[in-house]
């Protein structure tokens, strides 16, 4: 599939924890109506081989709506899926391994937190950078807070599509605007809520204004 920076304004990563009475399929089907741009599995605690048929059932849901999918850390698992790309964190495979297994036609993100990191990433072959978390999360325990400043920073010292991600709502998306990023990644502003394709149209909406701002 191919990938465009526009593929970054919404995306939606997954977390099983707010499941309540819906599956993930059902989920990500909800998440893709309100015009989630992307989708990104991301499992910690299942078994490859669950997590590897779960994300051929969403990259397939992805794949009618247009939509690229990716996979989280497990680059086994996204080349049994087929997926579209994966994305890797600081403390995962470095990026030119990753590009070395995936191939030049697969999408490849990079989480980064300093100008430095966000450099070296590019340089690996990353095609797209995930900076955060910009604000204060409970979905990542270990992430550190990053500045609008090194925000900014980063976008501009890079060529490549960066979007901002870590504790982003409704209420605190449009403080981003400026920065340069191209989107946003999300997990609870969207999968947390009651109503998940009215949450994610109102926040499309909102990062699309923040964006061109």
Not at 21 to 49: F, H, V, W, Y
Not at 89 to 108: C, F
Not at 133 to 139: K, L, Q
Not at 167 to 177: E, F, H, P
Request: net charge negative; charged share 25%.
């Amino acid at each position: 599939m191919n990938f465009a920076e526009k593929d970054l304004l919404l995306y939606a990563v997954t977390d099983r924890r707010w499941l309540k009475n819906s599956t993930l399929l059902q989920q990500c089907e909800q998440a893709l109506k309100g015009g989630a741009t992307m989708i990104q599995l991301r499992e910690k605690d299942l078994d490859p081989e669950q997590f590897a048929a779960e994300a051929v059932q969403i990259k397939t849901l992805c794949h009618q709506y247009g939509v690229p999918f990716i996979v989280n850390d497990n680059v086994a698992v996204a080349l049994k899926a087929d997926a579209d790309g994966i994305h890797v964190g600081q403390s995962d495979m470095e990026a030119d391994d990753v590009r070395a297994l995936i191939g030049r036609d697969r999408i490849l993100g990079v989480s980064a937190e300093t100008v430095e990191q966000a450099v070296l990433a590019e340089q690996r072959g990353a095609d797209y950078l995930g900076v955060g978390a910009v604000f204060h999360t409970g979905s990542k325990a270990d992430a550190e807070d990053v500045s609008y400043e090194t925000l900014k920073a980063i976008c501009q010292a890079v060529k490549i599509p960066v979007i901002a991600i870590g504790g982003i709502t409704k209420d605190n998306v449009t403080q981003l605007s400026g920065s340069g990023i191209c989107g946003i990644a999300v997990i609870s502003a969207i999968f947390a809520e009651d109503n998940i394709c009215q949450a994610t149209e109102k926040l499309k909406a909102l990062t699309a204004k923040m964006v061109a701002a």
